[in-house]
């Protein structure tokens, strides 16, 4: 166990729906990454908060945006959902500090039909 | 601007045999250099990570890493597969103020009876 929380484990969804995908952190952390996870497109990192704030962008669509709340949790959303978009979301935690490990959660599946 | 290649991106090796999973990397300063397993349906996990000290590093079920600055490589070894070793291994890098911490695409390793 990671200490990395994600809800939901499984999700599917319709195209042209929007979901939220949470991740609580490890307890302290205040690095949170968001990774998308697809057969045909490996590990794609999304986007990095810290402390609240966006510290870092990949390739995020624009359909997707993301935020870190004061308690430190995260949440993914995704509208306007696309085939292309099943993927598996991870979540991950870093603590603060050069050379830290960064932390997965173990994901959320998310099917898009 | 930081990147990872791990060549490879399947490799398979009979049970026993030595496993090299290779991975170089590109960095404009000095980087700190991770190894994650993931395991089917899983999250990814720290198998071993290097920061500063003692090139040679070793981590979890047998695995060990060799950073060489002259090579920019970090690949990964461990002298003898086993069964349960069958997983996506993943190589990343991240500078030493802690940004950007960047994934390599991914080798799946498949271990044969």
């Not at chain 1, 402390?51 to 995260?74: C, M, T, V, Y």
């Not at chain 2, 991975?23 to 994650?36: A, E, K, Q, T």
Request: proline share 5%; aromatic share 12%.
């Amino acid at each position: 166990d990671s200490g990395v929380t994600q809800t939901p484990k499984h999700l599917i969804t319709a195209t042209g729906q929007r979901v939220t995908l949470r991740c609580s952190p490890r307890s302290g952390d205040l690095s949170v990454y968001w990774y998308q996870q697809s057969l045909d497109q490996g590990l794609q990192f999304l986007i990095q908060y810290y402390n609240g704030e966006e510290r870092a962008k990949g390739n995020i669509l624009e359909r997707f945006s993301a935020q870190q709340f004061p308690d430190l949790h995260s949440e993914l959303n995704l509208s306007s959902l696309e085939l292309g978009d099943s993927a598996l979301y991870f979540c991950a935690s870093r603590p603060t500090g050069a050379g830290n490990t960064i932390y997965f959660g173990e994901g959320s599946w998310l099917t898009v039909v | 601007a930081q990147s990872v290649t791990q060549l490879g991106s399947h490799v398979s090796v009979s049970e026993g045999a030595l496993v090299l999973l290779r991975c170089n990397y590109s960095s404009s300063v000095p980087p700190y250099l991770f190894w994650y397993v993931q395991y089917p349906n899983q999250g990814l996990q720290l198998l071993l990570k290097y920061t500063t000290g003692a090139t040679l590093v070793k981590g979890i079920n047998g695995f060990e890493a060799e950073f060489k600055k002259s090579e920019t490589s970090f690949h990964l070894t461990k002298p003898s597969a086993h069964m349960s070793d069958a997983a996506e291994y993943f190589c990343a890098v991240t500078p030493a103020n802690g940004q950007n911490f960047v994934f390599g695409p991914g080798t799946r390793l498949s271990v044969l009876p």
